[in-house]
């Protein structure tokens, strides 16, 4: 079985700043990969970022790192330079042979 | 990049009537697609993998009679919901992939169901 943990419900920060968003998952499978999602109020999925289970680098896409630690199980977001627009929902998600989702952290960007 | 839509993106229904909700893969074919459920300010909730030619694969506690799935082609799957109840209502959410297990999956707008 496959499980997805995001122990922050919620987080505020202000604009410009660094955020890190925590995400821990427990998985049976040797082969997976791990998402990070935001979901805007429109509702709308859309990919922040990827990583392959089986690259030790750390994805990066522009604003946004993660930091995967495989044998701690853990996949945390980095969002540098924070901005308006990354208030959003954002769930971590895990993929083996069906994608699971964790409960999803709120983070608000304060002006 | 791939497009996935759903239609209706709204529906409003009455106790004990079926509706049905389109998902298509607009650019790219999928032979896998996932349906899932999303109460407000909740995560997405798998409900069923929907597979081309075959059979869906339900998660457990879905009931599979109460939510039919049907994927006929390679960029239509439907979800119709027999018997509908206010408890179904909800945010239904779609996706696909191209293909493979390590591609992206696409996700539709979803679709607010209303049952009345």
């Known amino acids: 079985a496959q499980t997805v943990t995001q122990s922050q419900p919620e987080m505020s920060v202000q604009e410009a700043e660094t955020v890190t968003l925590s995400c821990t998952y427990d998985t049976s499978e040797s082969n997976y990969y791990l998402f990070w999602y935001k979901q805007p109020p429109s509702r709308q999925m859309i990919l922040v970022i990827r990583?392959?289970?089986?690259?030790?680098q750390n994805a990066t896409e522009n604003r946004f790192s993660v930091n995967f630690q495989k044998a701690a199980k853990s996949f945390s977001l980095k969002i540098s330079d924070s901005q308006l627009g990354d208030t959003a929902m954002y769930f971590c998600a895990c993929r083996g042979n069906k994608i699971i989702f964790g409960k999803g952290t709120r983070l608000h960007i304060l002006p | 990049g791939a497009v996935v839509s759903q239609h209706p993106s709204r529906v409003i229904c009455k106790s004990g009537t079926s509706v049905k909700i389109e998902c298509r893969s607009l650019?790219?074919?999928?032979?896998?697609m996932f349906w899932y459920r999303q109460f407000p300010k909740q995560s997405l909730m798998l409900m069923a993998t929907?597979?081309?030619?075959?059979?869906?694969?339900?998660e457990q506690g879905v009931e599979k009679d109460k939510f039919l799935i049907n994927h006929a082609s390679l960029t239509l799957s439907t979800l119709t919901v027999t018997s509908a109840h206010p408890e179904d209502s909800s945010f239904y959410i779609c996706?696909?992939?191209?293909?493979?297990?390590?591609?992206?999956?696409?996700f539709g707008p979803g679709t607010r169901l209303t049952v009345t």
């Open positions: 996706s696909a992939n191209p293909g493979g297990r390590n591609t992206e999956q696409y």
């Open positions: 929907s597979n081309e030619g075959s059979k869906a694969t339900y």
């Open positions: 650019d790219f074919q999928a032979t896998t």
């Open positions: 990583q392959e289970a089986y690259k030790q």
